[in-house]
C-alpha cells in the first residue's frame, strides 16, 4: 500500500473507533453539509455552526483525516464536478462553471488547469479522443462485428441503506475487503444481515478524474425498515431516492469490472445515447463470493440517467 494512502487508512480506523460519538457526529454532520452545499458559497460561520468547532480546530481535524484543509477540499470537489460535467454532457464551460459556482470562467479556467493541468476545452477534446482510441480498441473491426452493447432501462424506488465509507484507491481491494467486514460485522450483530439481504456499493468519485487517495466507495447493504437504534461510528443510514438508471450486467471477478465500465463508456454517445444524471454509479452484487467462482460472479451496473 502506498504510504500515504496507509497513514490515511489508519486515522480513519481511529476515527471510526472515536469514543467521544459527540466529536464524530459533528464530524459527519459537517461532511454530509459540505457535500450537499459545495457548489455554493460556504463560509466560515456555516461551518462553525454545523460542526460546533472553532473554524481552525475542525480544519485541523480534517487535515489530519483528508490530508487537505476544508478550503481545498471544497475546490477539487467544485472542479472534479466540473470535469465530470465536461466528460459526460455537452453543456458548454461557460455554463458548466456557473453551475459548479464560478461566476468569472478565467478564475474557473485558471483553477482547472492547475488541477489537471490543461485546459477545460482541452480535457473534453483529450477525453472525446481517448473514447474513440477506446472504441478502436476494444472493436478493432468494423461495426457489423461489434458486440451488441445490452442495457435496459429502470426505475428503481426510494429505499434505505446502512453503509460504511471508504476512502482511496479502488483497486485496493485489501483495505475495501475491510470495510466491508467492518460492514458485514456491524450489521450481522444489530440483526440486518441475512440471506435475503441486498448487498451493494455506491460508487462517488470517478477514478479517471479524481486522485486515488480521494476516491469515496460506499459499502451498503439494503435495508428492509429503519434502524431503531443510535448508530455508533462512522456508520450512518441514508435514504437513496427514486431513479432512472441505465442497468448493465457484469460477469466475472469484480477486479475485472473496470473492462465493462470501459466498454459502456466508450460506446455511450453512440449506442446508449443518453444523459447521465449527476448522482452515484450502483453496484448490486447477486452472489456470494464465498461458494462462486470467480469467472461467475455477477454484478448489476446501475448508471443514473436523465
Excluded at 67 to 81: A, D, M, N, P, S
Excluded at 252 to 276: K, P, R
Excluded at 286 to 299: A, I, K, R
Amino acid at each position: 500500500m502506498h504510504n500515504a494512502l496507509a497513514y490515511l487508512c489508519s486515522l480513519w480506523y481511529k476515527l471510526i473507533k472515536m469514543e467521544n460519538p459527540t466529536q464524530l457526529e459533528r464530524y459527519k454532520r459537517l461532511i454530509d453539509f459540505i457535500d450537499k452545499k459545495f457548489k455554493e458559497e460556504i463560509n466560515i460561520k456555516d461551518i462553525e455552526e454545523i460542526s460546533y468547532y472553532s473554524y481552525r480546530n475542525i480544519n485541523r481535524i480534517f487535515l489530519a483525516l483528508h490530508h487537505e484543509t476544508i478550503g481545498q477540499y471544497v475546490k477539487r470537489v467544485k472542479l472534479e464536478k466540473a470535469a465530470e460535467y465536461i466528460k459526460f454532457s455537452d453543456e458548454s464551460i461557460s455554463d458548466i462553471a456557473f453551475e459548479i459556482g464560478y461566476s468569472d470562467i478565467a478564475a474557473f479556467s485558471k483553477a482547472f488547469n492547475k488541477q489537471f493541468k490543461c485546459s477545460p476545452s482541452n480535457f473534453r477534446s483529450t477525453h472525446e479522443l481517448k473514447q474513440y482510441i477506446t472504441q478502436k480498441a476494444i472493436f478493432p473491426l468494423d461495426t457489423a462485428q461489434k458486440k451488441v452493447l445490452d442495457f435496459k432501462i429502470e426505475e428503481i424506488p426510494s429505499f434505505e441503506v446502512l453503509y460504511l465509507t471508504y476512502q482511496g484507491s479502488y483497486e485496493n481491494l485489501k483495505e475495501l475487503k475491510k470495510v466491508w467486514d467492518q460492514l458485514a460485522s456491524y450489521a450481522l450483530k444489530k440483526g440486518l444481515l441475512n440471506d435475503e439481504t441486498l448487498i451493494m456499493g455506491e460508487i462517488l468519485d470517478d477514478d479517471q478524474i479524481t486522485d486515488a487517495l480521494q476516491c469515496r466507495y460506499n459499502a451498503a447493504i439494503v435495508l428492509e425498515k429503519e434502524v431503531e437504534f443510535s448508530l455508533k461510528g462512522l456508520f450512518k443510514t441514508k435514504r437513496i431516492e427514486h431513479q432512472k438508471y441505465a442497468k448493465f450486467i457484469h460477469k466475472g471477478s469484480h477486479e475485472s469490472c473496470a473492462d465493462t465500465y470501459n466498454h459502456i463508456y466508450a460506446h455511450w454517445m453512440t449506442e446508449v445515447q443518453l444523459e447521465f444524471e449527476d448522482k452515484p454509479t450502483l453496484e448490486f452484487y447477486l452472489n456470494d463470493e464465498s461458494n462462486t467462482p470467480q469467472e461467475d460472479l455477477l454484478t448489476e451496473i446501475y448508471i443514473p440517467v436523465k
